[in-house]
């Protein structure tokens, strides 16, 4: 069987899966993505040793695909083709979370362009499938997002089941700047939809000095992830850069320059977000996550930010309900109100790193398979299926 990753972004659920795929036998797979040189300097690629061949996206290819590989199936994340690149094709959505509504209405340029190359998913539709992390995923994607349930499938997420195998920090040293082996590590990882992160709670810089102040004098490490950096006001990646520049412990990276962040979930001993998808999978390691809520008041009007062909869009939002699929009190791990909770939690959980494990255990039955470590096995029995049927 040949398999193509289509990827929008090569990480999570897409790698993950890619790289089983690579282990089955009698399974030839290929990755079109962009950036690929970038992503071959990245320590997950380094770590694993990945035998698969990455092939850079271009005018051409993303129309008629790869020269000479005739795949039987396609596996995507948000982005679809412009045309059919094989008989049949799976969607693996780039993330679980929060934020919503991903109704018909958000979703109708997905439909469109899924009805223009493989046929209409809202009727039963034999050449392409929706991967469903969840019995509530599945719910929600049948009855919001307009898939027939005939083409959504309960599969839970691939990235899982590597990230319940413990990795040794000394292998992972090499792709890190400071101590790791013998200091701990939080991971601070926000969606970039709410805005400055702390905003709502008071002073941006303020806070963040505090925070990052904070984390030094108790020689923690911290890596401070963010979405792409062109998502930013350019004043705020100013303020950002600075704070790396001031503070050694911290070490700052964007999505589109570093793209993986499989790495960082394995060496952190604990996540502090704002409800960005990254939790669903940290949520796995079993290990502590702090929760900011991301805005002041939940019935107060915000501004919601947005990626649109034309660029970053802010929209005034007049309560943030309208824009969640659940609430945020449905979580794994602390949910902070305040600043001075959030510091408080943070604290908890380095000194506690099983404080979190029932509720992220419990978070993991409800929404996402439990994280039993078979849901690569899953999807891969549902292509199989999908591609011989």
């Given at each position: 069987?040949?398999?193509?990753?289509?990827a929008?972004?090569?990480?999570?659920?897409?790698?993950?899966?890619?790289?089983?795929?690579?282990?089955q036998?009698?399974?030839?797979?290929k990755?079109?993505?962009?950036?690929?040189?970038?992503?071959?300097?990245?320590g997950?690629?380094?770590?694993?040793?990945?035998?698969?061949?990455?092939?850079?996206?271009?005018?051409?290819?993303?129309?008629?695909g790869?020269?000479?590989?005739?795949?039987?199936?396609?596996i995507?994340?948000?982005?679809?083709?412009?045309?059919?690149?094989?008989?049949?094709a799976?969607?693996?959505?780039?993330?679980?979370?929060?934020?919503?509504?991903?109704?018909?209405?958000e979703?109708?340029?997905?439909h469109?362009?899924?009805?223009?190359?493989?046929?209409?998913?809202?009727?039963?539709?034999?050449?392409?499938?929706?991967?469903?992390?969840?019995?509530?995923?599945?719910?929600?994607?049948?009855?919001?997002?307009?898939?027939?349930?005939?083409?959504?499938?309960?599969?839970?997420?691939?990235?899982h089941?590597?990230?319940?195998?413990?990795?040794?920090?000394?292998?992972?040293?090499?792709?890190?700047?400071?101590?790791?082996?013998?200091?701990?590590?939080?991971?601070?990882?926000?969606?970039?939809?709410?805005?400055?992160?702390?905003?709502h709670?008071?002073?941006?810089?303020?806070?963040f000095?505090?925070?990052?102040?904070?984390?030094?004098e108790?020689?923690?490490?911290?890596?401070?992830r963010?979405?792409?950096s062109?998502?930013?006001?350019?004043?705020?990646?100013?303020?950002?850069?600075n704070?790396?520049?001031r503070?050694?412990?911290?070490?700052?990276?964007?999505?589109?320059?570093?793209p993986d962040?499989?790495?960082?979930?394995?060496?952190?001993?604990?996540?502090?977000?704002?409800?960005?998808?990254i939790?669903?999978?940290?949520?796995?390691?079993?290990?502590?996550?702090v929760?900011?809520?991301?805005?002041?008041?939940?019935?107060?009007?915000?501004?919601?930010?947005?990626?649109?062909i034309?660029?970053?869009?802010?929209?005034?939002?007049?309560?943030?309900?309208?824009i969640?699929?659940?609430p945020?009190?449905?979580?794994?791990?602390?949910?902070?109100?305040?600043?001075?909770?959030?510091?408080?939690?943070?604290?908890?959980?380095?000194?506690?790193?099983?404080?979190?494990?029932?509720?992220?255990?419990?978070?993991?039955?409800?929404?996402?398979?439990?994280?039993?470590?078979?849901?690569?096995?899953?999807?891969?029995?549902?292509?199989?299926?999908?591609?011989?049927?």
């Amino acid at each position: 069987m040949k398999v193509l990753i289509y990827a929008t972004t090569f990480g999570a659920d897409l790698l993950s899966l890619t790289r089983y795929l690579s282990e089955q036998k009698e399974v030839e797979v290929k990755v079109l993505m962009k950036d690929v040189d970038k992503f071959k300097e990245e320590g997950i690629f380094k770590l694993w040793d990945l035998e698969v061949e990455l092939f850079e996206s271009n005018k051409l290819n993303i129309v008629k695909g790869i020269n000479g590989f005739d795949p039987d199936i396609t596996i995507m994340d948000n982005n679809i083709p412009l045309r059919a690149l094989s008989p049949k094709a799976m969607v693996l959505w780039h993330g679980y979370g929060w934020k919503g509504p991903n109704d018909e209405e958000e979703f109708k340029w997905i439909h469109r362009n899924i009805r223009l190359s493989w046929g209409d998913m809202k009727t039963p539709n034999p050449d392409i499938k929706w991967q469903c992390f969840g019995a509530l995923d599945y719910r929600h994607r049948t009855k919001i997002s307009g898939f027939h349930p005939e083409n959504c499938l309960t599969l839970g997420s691939a990235s899982h089941d590597y990230l319940r195998q413990k990795v040794s920090k000394e292998s992972l040293q090499p792709f890190y700047p400071f101590d790791i082996v013998n200091k701990k590590t939080v991971l601070i990882a926000p969606t970039w939809h709410y805005g400055e992160v702390f905003s709502h709670w008071g002073d941006d810089d303020t806070l963040f000095n505090k925070l990052l102040e904070d984390l030094n004098e108790k020689r923690i490490n911290v890596i401070l992830r963010l979405h792409d950096s062109f998502r930013f006001d350019h004043h705020y990646i100013e303020f950002l850069q600075n704070l790396e520049v001031r503070y050694p412990n911290v070490m700052l990276k964007f999505k589109d320059i570093n793209p993986d962040n499989f790495l960082d979930l394995q060496v952190s001993d604990l996540l502090v977000t704002n409800f960005s998808s990254i939790a669903n999978l940290f949520y796995a390691t079993k290990r502590p996550t702090v929760h900011i809520y991301p805005v002041k008041n939940e019935d107060e009007s915000f501004m919601w930010r947005n990626k649109t062909i034309l660029g970053i869009r802010k929209k005034k939002v007049e309560s943030v309900k309208f824009i969640w699929k659940y609430p945020p009190q449905d979580n794994g791990g602390f949910l902070a109100m305040n600043f001075d909770e959030m510091m408080d939690q943070i604290h908890i959980g380095l000194q506690e790193p099983d404080s979190c494990i029932a509720k992220s255990e419990e978070y993991l039955e409800k929404h996402m398979l439990g994280a039993d470590g078979r849901n690569c096995e899953r999807i891969f029995n549902s292509i199989i299926k999908l591609v011989n049927d």
